[in-house]
């Protein structure tokens, strides 16, 4: 069975572009999350989304936005990018939480280089 | 908020050593806890996930405990292998994954 898929490997891009990354959870998931993790600052939550909703967001400012489309797939957008949105970008999915797992398994990640 | 600890922040042993790694949390009220290993560069990959009604957890080499009341997690890695070399990081689910900063572990042959 197919893990979780993430694309692009690596995105280089300029302060003020916008970034698309897009994800691909495990066949069978509802849920993806968002996960930032920015040198020196750990793994941070960004979004959650289940069942094409977002369920939750982190602390983050509202240029850091997505969506997750029928086939549960999800793509996050970040846009005027600034030299700190430089990170590793993973996401995760799993089991809708009522279902009683909570297990989230996570892909390889998109780094993201803001120059 | 629940804040998350990990002790030590890096770890250097010899091959075959037993060795113990912390992790401490603020809020008892969790879902679970996962314990994760991230190689450089890497996604996670999950190693053990503890329901908030459990104990502990063992897979080969390594067990996983927890305590709620004392707010505490530990992961035991027994005889140490070179392969192990990763960051290990525990996390608390609560809506999403509330991580630690990890302990970066090195195992020397």
């Known amino acids: 069975e197919a893990g979780v898929t993430q694309s692009p490997t690596h995105l280089i891009k300029t302060r003020g572009q916008q970034a698309t990354l897009r994800c691909s959870p495990i066949s069978g998931h509802t849920s993806v999350y968002w996960y930032q993790q920015a040198l020196g600052l750990g793994l941070q939550f960004l979004l959650w989304y289940d069942e094409g909703e977002e369920r939750n967001r982190g602390n983050f400012p509202p240029r850091f936005s997505g969506r997750q489309f029928p086939n549960y797939s999800s793509e996050l957008n970040v846009n005027a990018l600034e030299l700190e949105d430089s990170a590793l970008y993973l996401c995760?999915?799993?089991?809708?939480?009522?279902?009683?797992?909570?297990?989230?398994?996570f892909g390889p990640g998109t780094r993201l280089t803001v120059l | 908020k629940q804040e998350v600890t990990q002790i030590p922040a890096a770890l250097s042993v010899p091959e075959g050593e037993n060795l113990v790694l912390n992790c401490s949390f603020t809020?008892?009220?969790?879902?679970?806890l996962q314990w994760f290993r991230q190689d450089p560069g890497k996604g996670l990959t999950s190693l053990l996930l503890?329901?908030?009604?459990?104990r502990e957890q063992t897979s080969g080499r390594l067990n996983a405990s927890l305590d709620k009341s004392s707010g505490r997690s530990t992961l035991y890695i027994a005889a140490s292998q070179p392969g192990d070399s990763a960051t290990y990081l525990c996390?608390?689910?609560?809506?999403?994954?509330?991580f630690g900063k990890g302990t970066s572990l090195l195992v020397t042959p």
């Open positions: 996390a608390l689910s609560g809506y999403a994954l509330n």
């Open positions: 995760a999915s799993s089991l809708l939480r009522e279902r009683g797992t909570d297990t989230q398994y």
């Open positions: 809020d008892s009220a969790i879902y679970n």
């Open positions: 503890i329901q908030s009604s459990q």
